[in-house]
């Protein structure tokens, strides 16, 4: 009886190391989740589009409830910072850009003027030499002058 037993262990032993360590049977194919987590990727739009793709998100007021942009009318140049603030600096891409707020103008009292510009481009009159983390630097007729953000 006990030969018996043993006998029964023994091929249970065997059968349990066949299945676990898969001496000779067909393993199961690996799934996905084998391989571990996989994070999709999706492009990055700013580099794919040209900076004057974005030109709709600067010269409209997104937070105004008719998204009114600036007048049609041609640009004055003024020559002068005066009433003039830094408001932001971005970076899209490698190009860097400068928001500066002004005095309201036109029709739209109440509403401060709004403008995007960009490091080397011409702007009312001045040159944009630079564009730092807290300062832009404008060059014109009167010489060097920079914009802070206001205090």
Same mark, same amino acid.
């Given at each position: ?7 029964? !262990?023994?091929?249970?032993? +065997?059968? @349990? ?8 049977? %067909?393993? /199961? $194919?690996?799934? #996905? ?17 040209? !900076?004057?793709?974005?030109? +709709?998100? @600067? ?8 998204? %009114?942009? /600036? $007048?049609?009318? #041609? ?24 928001? @500066? ?10 509403? /401060? ?39």
């Amino acid at each position: 009886m006990n030969l018996l037993l043993l006998a029964g !262990i023994a091929c249970l032993l +065997v059968a @349990i190391i066949h299945v676990w360590w898969g001496g000779g049977g %067909s393993l /199961p $194919s690996r799934s #996905p989740s084998d391989q571990g987590a996989q994070v999709p990727t999706a492009p990055i739009l700013r580099d794919q589009q040209p !900076i004057t793709a974005f030109a +709709v998100i @600067i010269a409209k007021n997104l937070f105004s409830q008719d998204r %009114s942009g /600036p $007048s049609q009318g #041609p640009a004055q140049v003024q020559n002068s910072l005066e009433g003039r603030e830094l408001l932001g600096i971005m970076l899209i891409g490698d190009t860097k850009a400068a928001i @500066i707020g002004g005095k309201p103008t036109g029709r739209n009292k109440g509403t /401060p003027e709004i403008e995007a510009v960009y490091l080397g481009e011409e702007w009312n009159g001045l040159k944009i030499l630079e564009i730092s983390n807290d300062s832009v630097t404008f060059a014109g007729k009167e010489g060097r002058r920079t914009l802070k953000f206001p205090e």
